[in-house]
């Protein structure tokens, strides 16, 4: 299957400060990019959807602001968490696809582990 | 909430044995997948079964899948240790148009003991 990296695998930030994660599809053009958060003992949720070269589309109850996402190429999208908090501490998960087709298969990063001290 | 119910949220077995788990969803789908995520790690991608299909089968997996009842169903047959993971379903919702967007059950967390 196609490889979507994720970087960095984890990070420990202090609170306050603003973190940023990448997404990138390695060996196809994704022009549709997903992120998700799932908290420990818990499911994924969709946070947001990214589309490359127009502004993301947030999840009801996700914060924009907070939540920057910027999808500047086909092959890379980034996450970033501004002002972080420790409530922020979670694994956010990237997922990428190549279109729009109905049964298209997405294709997970390996996740980000933020802790925020 | 849009996301579906799975049951059992946990399930342990022996080595050997047969697990199944099962999973409901909301909206009319295009297709759904089941995902393994071990303790702390990114997902694998275990199967995808399409809205016109009702069962679908990859090595020990079998997959069912009735858009009647909403409903799916996972077995992993002969189960070995290796297994013990968390299994998701994810559904596609029918109408997105942005290929790739999944809503995630709430997860089973398997147990395989040696």
């Known amino acids: 299957g196609a490889v979507v990296s994720q970087h960095p695998s984890w990070v420990i930030c202090k609170s306050g400060t603003s973190v940023k994660i990448e997404c990138r599809s390695l060996d196809f053009q994704a022009t549709t990019m997903f992120w998700y958060r799932q908290f420990p003992k818990q499911s994924l949720m969709l946070m947001a959807t990214s589309n490359e070269g127009s502004k993301a589309t947030y999840e009801q109850g996700v914060e924009k602001d907070k939540f920057l996402i910027n999808h500047a190429s086909l092959t890379l999208s980034t996450l970033t968490v501004t002002s972080a908090h420790p409530e922020d501490s979670s694994f956010y998960i990237c997922?990428?696809?190549?279109?729009?087709?109905?049964?298209?298969?997405?294709?997970f990063g390996q996740g980000t582990r933020l802790t925020v001290v | 909430s849009q996301q579906g119910e799975e049951d059992p949220q946990a399930l342990s077995i022996q080595e050997g044995e047969n697990a199944t788990m099962n999973c409901s969803y909301k909206?009319?789908?295009?297709?759904l997948q089941w995902y393994r995520q071990n303790s702390g790690r990114g997902l694998v991608h275990l199967i995808l079964i399409r809205s016109n299909e009702r069962e679908k089968h990859s090595g020990r997996l079998r997959v069912t899948l009735d858009t009647s009842k909403k409903s799916s169903s996972l077995l992993i047959t002969a189960s070995r240790a290796a297994d013990t993971a968390s299994y998701f379903c994810?559904?596609?919702?029918?109408?997105?148009?942005?290929?790739?967007?999944?809503?995630f059950g709430q997860g089973t967390e398997l147990s395989v003991k040696p």
């Open positions: 909206t009319s789908i295009n297709n």
């Open positions: 994810a559904t596609s919702p029918r109408g997105n148009n942005q290929g790739g967007k999944l809503i």
């Open positions: 997922s990428a696809s190549e279109g729009s087709r109905t049964n298209t298969e997405a294709f």
